[in-house]
T-cell receptor, first 114, second 112 residues
Framework: GAVVSQHPSRVICKSGTSVKIECRSL??????MFWYRQFPKQSLMLMAT?????????EQGVEKDKFLINHASLTLSTLTVTSAHPEDSSFYIC??????????FGPGTRLTVL | RKEVEQDPGPFNVPEGATVAFNCTYS??????FFWYRQDCRKEPKLLMS???SGNEDGRFTAQLNRASQYISLLIRDSKLSDSATYLC?????????????FGAGTRLFVKA
């Protein structure tokens, strides 16, 4: 397997603040990383595909100005939730692609916006 | 119609039972298939890949029927530790890579 870390694992913030989540591939280089969101009792929903050195590709319905993604290196992608609101409270999970088809998931970040 | 559909369950089975989960996918361009396991409040973890020839890993057997666009997972001799949500996952090919679609998951509860 491979190791992907996420930081922080849990964050509680006030409405209107911005939150940055980091996703790191620890033992391999990942040109592509994915960001997912999962609401309680629902499936993982792909938010965006993050490509190293280029702009992220967002899924339909995901606001790119609200969810800023930066993939500055082959081992790090960041997701910034800007001006977070209670409806943004969710479980955010990143994954890193290794090879053609394998994905390895980070442990997730639980965001609670008060 | 959802791209990947699963029976949400829950399946409540006694220890030692055999349980089967089904999954259907709608995109014929789907290239690779997986079953993931997700425990409550945790990230998904790969359980096994699914091949057309069928594959087995211990108590777990996965089958793929491309003609019917159908995937299955069979768990034999269920253990308490098998209690989790099982996600059917499909990779759909696209320019420059693939897109991963997750099913909503099937919840399994194994009871003593």
């Amino acid at each position: 397997g491979a190791v992907v870390s996420q930081h922080p694992s849990r964050v509680i913030c006030k409405s209107g603040t911005s939150v940055k989540i980091e996703c790191r591939s620890l033992d391999f280089q990942a040109t592509t990383m994915f960001w997912y969101r999962q609401f309680p009792k629902q499936s993982l929903m792909l938010m965006a595909t993050s490509n190293e050195g280029s702009k992220a590709t967002y899924e339909q319905g995901v606001e790119k100005d609200k969810f800023l993604i930066n993939h500055a290196s082959l081992t790090l992608s960041t997701l910034t939730v800007t001006s977070a609101h209670p409806e943004d409270s969710s479980f955010y999970i990143c994954s890193a692609r290794k090879g053609l088809h394998e994905q390895f998931f980070g442990p997730g970040t639980r965001l609670t916006v008060l | 119609r959802k791209e990947v559909e699963q029976d949400p369950g829950p399946f409540n089975v006694p220890e030692g039972a055999t349980v089967a989960f089904n999954c259907t996918y709608s995109n014929s361009a789907s290239q690779s298939f997986f079953w993931y396991r997700q425990d409550c409040r945790k990230e998904p973890k790969l359980l096994m890949s699914v091949y057309s020839s069928g594959n087995e890993d211990g108590r777990f057997t996965a089958q793929l029927n491309r003609a019917s666009q159908y995937i299955s997972l069979l768990i034999r001799d269920s253990k308490l530790s098998d209690s989790a949500t099982y996600l059917c996952v499909v990779n759909i090919g696209s320019t420059g890579g693939f897109k991963t679609i997750f099913g909503a998951g099937t919840r399994l509860f194994v009871k003593a």
